[in-house]
């Protein structure tokens, strides 16, 4: 008998297990693979702020590629791009704001402190089921023979599809319309090739999100730099997807493909495939957090932020962790509820976040977004640029009537979407 197993080394796992460690419990933390972050993978840009408190100077050792010193927001059509372009030098200084990263390489380090902190990692194991008596889990079984491991505490960080939470009853029957399928590509380019592309130097990097890019199909594209390689993928709606007929990774060729990108990816050559799947369905389709004996964290819980203007999951990961074995270790040491969990998310930025941009994700996918504002956008900003000698110059207004008729846009719906936009990112 433990007192806490951590089902999943990855963010949420790790920081469940480094902070139920550091308050003396005896931890062991499962792994299915043969180390963390091994079957683990994400777009790749991390805000590491969470971890200020709890590793002091963390950004000087943890395996960054680049600091993200410039954020783009991109439009585009089959022709126009419209890019919004900042960038800041803060954030390529102590604290920082966000790094490009692999999952392989942060996976483990992180494991690796709380195995510093005195948890147990035991890779290359699969937790294939609870143990439960009496109504309360009291450990997990694994594919290991004799494998059953008992516990006081069982938190499940497990990902998306949480196969744990799912045996309690917790996580319900998965629905394919709060979830998305992000895909990825790894392009292998010289270190000196990306600095004078993207206009960055040193450790600068750049973070490229992009709306318009997926045929229709709600979701967007990104373009994050690396080293010596570029992120380059989509985040496509698992519905708008299957009833499409496209494959992923036509979106991404065709990405590649597209006027305002072609020139950073020319010559590059494609070194690695991933393709995960992403909790979106915001705060009204969390699941329950928690059950006698068992907690749930991370993907497992649902805690992916798609908000359109922040796109965030590690952050809310580690959290949601720190948070998990804090309650493990009130639950063991003082018989604290674990109930206490959901409390402290809510008066985190976790859930914070979470609750303020409930009506996010469905504004962000919905049709006018996803299908007709790239366009009505991209035509207004080129009419608004295009010289028309010997005419006079088309107002503002005008133009934006013309071009949200050519995409079939009403202006009510642009106010109400514009209203709507006001109150959630308030």
């Known amino acids: 008998m433990t007192d806490v197993i951590v089902v999943g080394a990855g963010p949420a796992g790790a920081s469940a297990a480094l902070t139920a460690a550091r308050a003396g419990l005896e931890v062991v933390l499962l792994e299915r693979g043969p180390f963390p972050g091994s079957k683990n993978a994400y777009g790749g840009v991390v805000y590491g702020r969470v971890l200020d408190d709890v590793l002091p100077g963390w950004y000087d050792e943890v395996p960054v590629q680049r600091w993200v010193t410039r954020r783009s927001t991109m439009v585009l059509t089959d022709t126009q791009a419209l890019t919004v372009d900042f960038r800041s030098t803060a954030w390529g200084e102590a604290p920082y704001n966000g790094c490009t990263t692999f999952r392989a390489d942060f996976d483990s380090w992180l494991a690796n402190k709380a195995v510093e902190a005195g948890a147990q990692l035991v890779t290359s194991t699969v937790a294939t089921g609870l143990l439960v008596e009496n109504g309360v889990v009291v450990g997990v079984t694994t594919d290991r023979p004799d494998g059953d491991l008992r516990a006081k505490v069982v938190i499940a960080a497990d990902g998306v599809n949480s196969f744990l939470a799912k045996q309690l009853g917790l996580l319900p029957k998965t629905d394919a319309a709060h979830l998305t399928l992000g895909v990825k590509e790894v392009l292998s380019l010289p270190r000196e090739v990306i600095d004078e592309r993207f206009g960055v130097r040193g450790d600068e990097g750049v973070d490229v999100e992009i709306l318009g890019c997926t045929r229709g199909i709600a979701g967007g594209g990104f373009v994050y730099t690396n080293k010596d390689s570029l992120s380059v993928g989509v985040v496509v709606s698992i ?35 991933a393709a995960h799947l992403i909790p979106e369905g915001g705060y009204d389709h969390l699941p329950e957090l928690s059950a006698p004996g068992f907690l749930v964290t991370g993907d497992a819980a649902g805690l992916c932020l798609a908000a359109g203007i922040w796109l965030e999951g590690v952050n809310f990961a580690i959290g949601s962790g720190l948070a998990a074995g804090k309650a493990a270790a009130g639950h063991v040491q003082r018989d604290e509820p674990l109930t206490s969990y ?63 008729k050519k995409h079939g846009v009403k202006l009510r719906h642009l106010a109400a979407d514009g209203l709507s936009g006001g109150r959630t990112f308030r």
């Open 239 to 273: 519905d708008g997807l299957a009833k499409s007929g496209i494959r992923p990774e036509e979106l991404i060729a065709d990405l590649k493909a597209h006027p305002a990108v072609a020139p950073w990816v020319q010559g590059a050559e494609v070194k690695e495939y």
């Open 342 to 404: 959901k409390q402290d998310l809510e008066g985190s930025f976790v859930l914070q976040d979470h609750k303020r941009l409930r009506k996010a994700p469905g504004l962000v996918l919905s049709d006018r977004v996803q299908q007709q504002y790239p366009g009505m956008i991209a035509d207004l900003v080129e009419g608004m640029f295009t010289v028309t000698n010997p005419t006079a110059k088309p107002g503002v207004l005008t133009l934006l009537r013309r071009s949200a």
